[in-house]
């Protein structure tokens, strides 16, 4: 194997660099060139490279974001452009690609992996929305800024007895609210739309107050409802004022965290050694501590679990609705 080309795609994630530089550092270790495509499948498609020089990337690992740039494709998704796409990938010589994103991006390497080309696909988003692992690259990092940034909003919100309901990132998943929020010890947490349940998120806000703790905390999982939506519900219903906030994108910004640095790297290592051995398509994942190859097509098939941190128990968490 000579030449082997990566990717990232869909939302940025804290560890995506680190994961590159661990496939570029592999590969060198075998003579194997490594090729980025920039900005995901459209930089695959359109043919836009980045050199990936060593000296680069042993000073990006603990970056967040991904030095290749990412892009969520809907030209990828024509059968016809991804074979072309992969015809041309053959013919300059490349013999495997890793991709590194989520959901979406497994569908791009499922087709590829279809045409008879070899891809390695690694779990890359804060949502920790991939079947069968344990994490996702980025959703560690995600969660300590979520808890970095609400740390310095309930300082605030003590001050003054403000009633916080902030809203987090996760699309349809709702590990990033969950874990958060039980970290920062809130309220409530709302991860689906279809348990909340006015009255009983009214009587916690109540023996919150009546327990003499200063503030409310409310985490909401995207998708389940807008921290607006929350507002004017319980403001309707009660006489608690609440201040609603979007989070936003700093959860993805910043500096990598410990795990997704180490992680990201080995990620990226067991890719070059899978590919070099001569595999075929698949993706990987953590379980049970180590990383593990997996087929794409059971992945993408398998429903996705929410995971309770440390197998915390879902009766002893009071206020979860
Ligand atoms: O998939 C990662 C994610 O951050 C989701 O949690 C969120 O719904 C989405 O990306 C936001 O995407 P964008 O940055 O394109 O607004």
Redesign the pocket.
């Known amino acids: 194997m000579k030449k082997i080309g990566i990717l990232t795609s ?2 940025d994630a804290p560890g995506m660099n680190a994961v590159i530089n661990g496939v570029v550092t592999a590969a060198k270790a075998m003579d194997i060139e490594v090729v980025g495509f920039m900005n995901g499948f459209d930089g695959l498609i359109n043919n836009e490279t980045m050199a990936l020089p060593i000296a680069f990337v042993k000073q990006i690992n603990a970056l967040g974001g991904t030095v290749l740039g990412t892009a969520r494709s809907e030209a990828f998704m024509d059968p016809q452009v991804r074979e072309k796409t992969i015809q041309r990938l053959k013919d300059d010589g490349f013999s495997g690609l890793v991709v590194i994103g ?1 959901d979406g991006s497994y569908k791009g390497a499922q087709a590829i992996i279809k045409l008879g080309f070899p891809v390695v696909a690694l779990p890359g ?3 920790n929305d991939i079947p069968l692992t344990d994490s996702t690259i980025g959703f560690r990092t995600a969660l300590n800024n979520v808890m970095d940034s609400v740390d310095r909003i309930v300082t605030s919100a003590a001050s003054h007895g403000h009633n916080f309901a902030i809203e987090v ?3 349809r998943a709702g590990d990033i609210a969950l874990w958060s929020g039980i970290a920062l010890d809130a309220d409530v947490i709302i991860t689906q739309k279809e348990e909340f349940n006015s009255e009983y998120v009214i009587a916690a806000l109540e023996a919150s107050k009546a327990s003499g703790k200063k503030y409310r905390l409310v985490i909401i999982a ?1 998708g389940a409802m807008t921290a607006e939506e929350f507002k004017t519900t319980i403001e309707s219903e009660s006489t608690f004022k609440i201040h609603p906030l979007l989070l936003g ?1 700093i959860q ?1 910004g910043g500096m990598a965290s410990l795990d997704d640095r180490i992680v990201g790297k080995i990620y990226g290592e067991k890719a070059v050694d899978y590919l070099a051995n001569g595999g075929t398509g698949c993706c990987m994942g953590i379980r049970e501590q180590e990383i593990v190859s997996q087929d794409i097509d059971d992945v993408l098939s398998a429903s996705k679990e929410m995971i309770l941190p440390f197998s915390y128990a879902a009766n002893s968490y009071r206020y979860h609705i």
């Open positions: 869909g939302g989520g988003t804060i949502d990132m996760g699309r995207e994108h993805r």
